[in-house]
């Protein structure tokens, strides 16, 4: 069994647990008096993705450390990294604005839900849990399965996992684009603490925007009414120049985005150098990345979206 083909079963095998996990873990939440959807957040986090990947460094015998790549970030890398999640969401925007115009947007709705919870908390649940959950589902065990492969294959593939992880066909464009450039920087750095940095600064920002929105909403009756407005009711025209302005203002930081990856690949191959590594033409095995597992992983997202559609 290839190491691509053991990342793709384990995604799946996740992907299905994500699925039926919550179904089978309400009765047990009902029957222990636990409703608040916080909490409820908390634990299928800790329990469908945190789980299962323990789990899989135990009974497959690989290091913690060398699997979910647990190695120190340089602090000029982890400047770079911090910007980087700043300048990177623009263009997570645009990708979600083009979305939105089909889709609705449950994850908003889910933290207007919850936007009464202590800014503190919100943002532990929403940014720093996915940060270290997630990360470690997708960036860790399941990037480590594709080692051997070119790194750009590698963040495309783990990219379109981390669409799909999300089950949402509103998220699923831009958590692919994030993914993809997650999967880049963690393979460059071989620290999955830079993806885990911008996944934070990502939710974190949206926490604070919703934060900041809430409060001029409930105080001005006019933002109110303003927030009745879709993205669907607005007209084709009003669409377009909304596509056309942060279409533009996406190309220009995906510029600062590719600058930024660039720097970040010339250090470390600098400090590799300096290490008295030699730096050697890569070279990858060839795996079929496309398996059964990935075909399946495929149908089964298609299938569920088109059933909760």
Do not use: C
């Not at 908390?121 to 399941?142: C, D, F, K, Q, Y």
């Amino acid at each position: 069994m290839t190491k691509v083909f053991k990342a793709n079963i384990y995604f799946l095998i996740i992907l299905l647990i994500e699925v039926f996990g919550p179904y089978a873990l309400r009765p047990i939440y009902l029957t222990i008096g636990l409703s608040d959807t916080r909490l409820i957040l908390l634990f299928n986090h800790l329990i469908l993705f945190l789980i299962p990947a323990i789990i899989y460094l135990i009974v497959t015998k690989s290091s913690f450390k060398d699997t979910l790549r647990l190695n120190k970030l340089h602090w000029k890398d982890t400047l770079l990294i911090i910007l980087l999640g700043f300048i990177v969401q623009p263009v997570m925007t645009f990708f979600s604005l083009i979305a939105t115009f089909f889709f609705n947007n449950e994850v908003g709705s889910f933290i207007s839900e919850i936007n009464s919870t202590p800014y503190l908390l919100l943002l532990g649940l929403v940014a720093l849990l996915p940060s270290i959950t997630e990360e470690i589902t997708i960036r860790g065990v399941v990037l480590s399965g594709y080692n051997n492969q070119n790194k750009y294959v590698a963040a495309l593939v783990t990219g379109l996992f981390f669409g799909i992880l999300h089950l949402d066909p509103q998220q699923f464009l831009y958590a692919t684009v994030l993914g993809f450039i997650f999967a880049l920087v963690v393979r460059i750095t071989n620290s999955i603490y830079a993806s885990m940095i911008i996944h934070f600064i990502v939710n974190g920002t949206s926490v604070t925007l919703a934060k900041i929105s809430k409060i001029i909403t409930d105080s001005l009756p006019i933002a109110k009414e303003a927030t009745e407005l879709t993205l669907r009711n607005i007209s084709f025209g009003e669409k377009m120049l909304l596509l056309l302005v942060y279409g533009f203002i996406a190309i220009i930081f995906s510029i600062f985005i590719f600058l930024i990856i660039y720097a970040l690949e010339k250090l470390n191959e600098k400090r590799k150098i300096e290490q008295g590594k030699i730096l050697k033409e890569e070279e990858f095995i060839k795996e079929k990345v496309i398996d059964i597992p990935f075909i399946l992983i495929i149908i089964a997202y298609i299938v569920i979206m088109a059933i909760t559609m």
